[in-house]
């Protein structure tokens, strides 16, 4: 085998030719020069057609490769700029890396890998580049990607929710796939105009096609899924509505807490440190105490609680009823999502009916929102589906972003999200 050819497999560079290389034992560097076959000489390096050579550009320049194990390898090569009758004076394209990039395809490629597989200190580390780097490197990874495969394609079905990724109210909208489970699409913001990017990227012919929509109650999405895709059957997710009812007695506890606090300061002597050991019981203190332990009590489904909560929980119906109240309708409204579609339409008209009676403030304006979201509710039952897969999304995407943490943008999270979780996850060069 010729000694060039053995140099261009292990730079895994194609259409090049190898002309001389050099070893710096000191600095640890390995440096190839290089030059393109006369095919791919004077290539746009946007679109990729041969033009008109223009000037020699900058001169030569190098682009990181792939290490040979412990030196680092560079590939050096003239850098010309072409006449692009569309994209105007350019650098000419090269067979080895991208367009503006200071990367192999192969370094490029095994970053990306590494990237969706493990810690940022690892990848930083072993390839011996800044983390910002690495943001770069996926986003234009995922960008080559997405031009190869159509993430829209076959979506009938999908789930529409938001996930924090930064501290002051940052937000990404996401999309997923609820038949093949990937995230189809992300984007940063949390906003009708939002939402309408991935409507107007999806087209007004594939949106015709979407038959179910999945979200939480939020009016945003709401009113762009319905003007977007009339013909989809909006469903409420299940887990958000039990989340307004769980929520709804945790006021009540907390007003009871308060009014047992208040009790003890107006009834009971308090002295400075600690009461003495022969000191007159304490009831009011103690209601609120208890009052404050019973959180998770109220909150866990009936069959989870254990003994102890289950004493507890007997306790708060003995002595407070409205608390009563409201943990029974928080129930009440949990049983109505286990019951068939029919039979569940006319257990929430009474469970409506029961918490607009039931006098407690939390609970009357919940069963308002209920009423408004009746319909995504039974189609959530009818059609069994919910917001599951998007919030298992969201918890690797707040994984994603505490691996992500300090990366540049947005775009570059969102990369590698859809890297990892998109369902075409970079291949180590090599393999295939």
Not at 378 to 400: D, W, Y
Not at 411 to 416: P, R, V
Request: a positive charge; hydrophobic letters at 45%; one cysteine or more.
């Amino acid at each position: 085998m010729r000694i060039l050819t053995i140099w261009r497999t292990l730079l895994g560079v194609d259409k090049t030719v190898v002309e001389d290389v050099d070893l710096d034992l000191v600095a640890g560097v390995f440096v190839a020069s290089v030059r393109l076959t006369r095919s791919m000489r004077n290539r746009c390096g946007s679109c990729q057609k041969r033009c008109p050579r223009y000037d020699e550009g900058a001169g030569r320049r190098r682009w990181r490769g792939l290490n040979f194990g412990s030196t680092r390898v560079f590939l050096e090569a003239d850098a010309p700029r072409v006449s692009c009758r569309e994209h105007g004076v350019i650098v000419a394209a090269v067979p080895w890396a991208r367009h503006q990039a200071g990367h192999t395809h192969h370094f490029d490629s095994q970053v990306a890998w590494l990237a969706t597989q493990t810690s940022k200190a690892a990848v930083t580390v072993l390839m011996r580049i800044a983390w910002r780097t690495v943001g770069a490197i996926i986003t234009r990874v995922w960008a080559d990607t997405e031009e190869l495969h159509d993430p829209f394609a076959g979506l009938t079905r999908i789930g529409i929710d938001e996930v924090s990724y930064k501290r002051g109210r940052k937000f990404l909208t996401v999309v997923v796939d609820h038949d093949s489970g990937r995230l189809v699409w992300a984007a940063p913001g949390q906003d009708k105009a939002t939402l309408g990017t991935f409507f107007d990227a999806l087209g007004a012919e594939r949106s015709a096609l979407i038959t179910h929509v999945s979200a939480d109650g939020a009016a945003w999405i709401a009113s762009v899924v319905a003007a977007r895709c009339p013909n989809a059957v909006r469903c409420a997710d299940p887990f958000h509505v039990v989340k307004w009812a769980t929520e709804a007695p945790d006021e009540v506890r907390k007003a009871a807490w308060t009014e047992a606090r208040k009790q003890a300061r107006l009834n009971e002597s308090r002295t400075v440190g600690r009461p003495a050991h022969d000191a007159p019981a304490r009831p009011h203190s103690e209601h609120a105490k208890l009052m404050m332990n019973s959180r998770y009590a109220l909150w866990k489904n009936p069959e989870n609680l254990t003994e102890k909560q289950q004493i507890k929980l007997a306790w708060v119906v003995h002595t407070n009823p409205a608390l009563g109240r409201a943990y029974y309708l928080k129930e009440g409204l949990r049983l109505v999502f286990k019951l068939p579609r029919d039979e569940a339409a006319e257990a929430l008209d009474k469970w409506v009916g029961w918490a607009r009676r039931s006098r407690i403030p939390s609970f009357v304006k919940l069963q308002r929102s209920i009423v408004k979201h009746r319909a995504a509710i039974l189609a959530s039952i009818e059609h069994g589906l919910s917001n599951g897969r998007i919030e298992s999304m969201n918890t690797k995407i707040r994984l994603l972003t505490r691996i992500a943490f300090g990366l540049k943008s947005p775009d570059a999270l969102i990369a590698l999200a859809m890297l990892s979780l998109g369902g075409h996850k970079p291949a180590l060069p090599g393999r295939d």
